[in-house]
């Protein structure tokens, strides 16, 4: 079993649509990033949560730390949106006093015009 | 602030090879991980320099090796290349690598082996 797992693995929405991504973590963590990764590979990092919640524009990212659960929204969705979207925790359990990123297997969003 | 580089952007090599790989991270970041992407293990990390010194390590063979620079440069090498190598190799840096600092990613580097 995966330490971070994703759900759903592929999507595919209308433009306009309200998008939920979930991302449910089993290990300890100090910090939960969702990243976004185009074609051609580019990733960029969308948030970093420990706690709570965290909004950009139409970007809402939410984190349940007692029930390591978190979920990354995306509303009024446009066929920009279009990407993999991965969930990495960062665990003080593995790797040195820092923790290594552990990634899930990432959610691909295809949105429709 | 010019972002992280790396290069080269593209490379083929053939099994039994070696490759060096380089990431040059945002100016006053002093953290660089690198790690492997490919379709069927996704995203894996495979090491962390800070401040010059090797700070953690993933669960990859010896044949992948790296190290950092006085200026926080950071070069990756694989030694006796094999074809399960051919991935997308990223590195990102933050200003510490604490706990929650911000990772930034660059462009990647991938690599084929035939």
């Known amino acids: 079993k995966n330490e971070v797992e994703q759900s759903p693995q592929n999507l595919t929405a209308q433009e306009g649509e309200f998008i939920t991504i979930n991302c449910s973590y089993s290990?300890?963590?100090?910090?939960l990033h969702w990243l976004q990764q185009h074609p051609g590979g580019g990733i960029v990092s969308l948030f970093m949560?420990?706690?709570g919640k965290k909004k950009h524009g139409r970007l809402i990212a939410t984190i349940n730390i007692q029930e390591k659960h978190s979920s990354l929204h995306i509303t009024a969705s446009h066929p920009r949106d279009s990407a993999v979207y991965i969930c990495?925790?960062?665990?003080?359990?593995?790797?040195?006093?820092?923790?290594?990123?552990?990634f899930g297997k990432g959610t691909k969003l295809s949105v429709k015009p | 602030k010019a972002g992280v580089t790396q290069t080269p952007r593209y490379l083929i090599k053939t099994r039994g090879q070696q490759v060096t790989l380089s990431c040059s991270p945002i100016s006053g970041h002093r953290s660089v991980s690198w790690y492997q992407q490919t379709p069927g293990q996704g995203l894996q990390f495979l090491f962390e320099y800070f401040s010059e010194t090797q700070r953690n390590k993933g669960n990859f063979p010896g044949r992948f090796s790296g190290r950092q620079f006085s200026n926080s440069r950071s070069e990756m090498n694989v030694s006796t290349l094999e074809l399960g190598d051919s991935a997308l190799y990223l590195c990102?840096?933050?200003?510490?690598?604490?706990?929650?600092?911000?990772?930034?990613f660059g462009p990647g580097t991938r690599l084929t082996v035939l």
């Open positions: 290990v300890g963590i100090s910090a």
């Open positions: 990102a840096s933050s200003s510490s690598g604490g706990p929650v600092d911000e990772q930034f």
């Open positions: 990495a925790v960062r665990s003080p359990n593995y790797g040195g006093s820092q923790g290594n990123l552990i």
């Open positions: 949560l420990s706690s």
